[in-house]
């Protein structure tokens, strides 16, 4: 089991690694500069870089894991990446399905892939779907969102390098926010991040303020208004 260290999650579970920029949040995309490190120290998955790969070994792990757990899928990489197979993604889900007793987050910012193969995947209850929004321009990922059968959607509004407008949070059920970390990070205004906090009221939508980032994100923290929020789904907090 991947331990993780992002605040949202417990753990992380990559059957696929590897991807490609498509919109301005993946410009220094935190990822890509893992990958090529894991690649120097010589780890296997890694061997081709951050060039998409599938690894069939990794699909049975989750069911090994008999302790249940919150599982990000795919921290390096996206099962929604068009090089990923429709039958590499169904496997994936039905790995998913029968480990019921963990909790899976996928996140993806190909929202058209999504909706289209959305109609073709077995939707289980541990199953959450969401997509990344970085700035207003990519707002209509979220419309797309609501197209599918999941039994939690979220947004992601991270990494935030811009304001997103209004946004319509119908059948949203939770959001993150965050800033862009590491060595090339941009700036995040606290106005961007109040807005949408304030949809998240207006929509009654769990909030998750996850970082303020920079290079030196530890030091910059993540107290919004003098308190961290951690705002998690209400099926989660019950189960």
């Given at each position: 089991?991947?331990?993780?260290?992002?605040?949202?999650?417990?753990?992380?579970?990559?059957?696929?690694?590897?991807?490609?920029?498509?919109?301005?949040?993946?410009?220094?995309?935190?990822?890509?500069?893992?990958?090529?490190?894991?690649?120097?120290?010589?780890?296997?998955?890694?061997?081709?870089?951050?060039?998409?790969?599938?690894?069939?070994?990794?699909?049975?792990?989750?069911?090994?894991?008999?302790?249940?757990?919150?599982?990000?899928?795919?921290?390096?990489?996206?099962?929604?990446?068009?090089?990923?197979?429709?039958?590499?993604?169904?496997?994936?889900?039905?790995?998913?399905?029968?480990?019921?007793?963990?909790?899976?987050?996928?996140?993806?910012?190909?929202?058209?892939?999504?909706?289209?193969?959305?109609p073709?995947?077995?939707?289980?209850?541990?199953?959450?779907?969401?997509?990344?929004?970085?700035?207003?321009?990519?707002?209509?990922?979220?419309?797309?969102?609501?197209?599918?059968?999941?039994?939690?959607?979220?947004?992601?509004?991270?990494?935030?390098?811009g304001?997103?407008?209004?946004?319509?949070?119908?059948?949203?059920?939770?959001?993150?926010?965050?800033?862009?970390?590491?060595?090339?990070?941009?700036?995040?205004?606290?106005?961007?991040?109040?807005?949408?906090?304030?949809?998240?009221?207006?929509?009654?939508?769990?909030?998750?303020?996850?970082?303020?980032?920079?290079?030196?994100?530890?030091?910059?923290?993540?107290?919004?208004?003098?308190?961290?929020?951690?705002?998690?789904?209400?099926?989660?907090?019950v189960?």
């Amino acid at each position: 089991m991947g331990k993780s260290r992002i605040e949202w999650t417990e753990s992380t579970w990559n059957p696929v690694t590897g991807c490609t920029k498509i919109s301005p949040g993946c410009e220094n995309c935190y990822a890509e500069r893992m990958a090529y490190r894991l690649q120097a120290m010589g780890q296997d998955n890694y061997r081709n870089g951050f060039n998409v790969s599938l690894h069939e070994s990794a699909l049975s792990l989750p069911l090994k894991w008999k302790k249940p757990c919150v599982v990000f899928v795919n921290s390096m990489g996206d099962l929604f990446h068009e090089s990923v197979p429709f039958e590499f993604v169904a496997k994936v889900f039905e790995v998913m399905g029968k480990a019921s007793w963990h909790t899976f987050q996928v996140l993806t910012k190909r929202s058209e892939r999504l909706c289209e193969l959305a109609p073709k995947l077995k939707w289980h209850k541990n199953i959450w779907m969401g997509v990344s929004v970085e700035d207003a321009d990519y707002v209509y990922r979220i419309p797309r969102l609501r197209e599918v059968p999941a039994y939690v959607r979220f947004v992601s509004f991270e990494p935030l390098i811009g304001p997103v407008g209004k946004v319509d949070l119908t059948d949203i059920d939770w959001i993150i926010v965050g800033g862009e970390s590491g060595p090339k990070a941009r700036s995040m205004k606290e106005e961007w991040v109040s807005d949408i906090q304030d949809y998240c009221l207006k929509f009654d939508v769990p909030f998750f303020f996850k970082q303020w980032g920079g290079i030196n994100k530890k030091k910059n923290g993540r107290l919004l208004n003098g308190r961290t929020w951690d705002e998690m789904p209400l099926c989660l907090l019950v189960s």
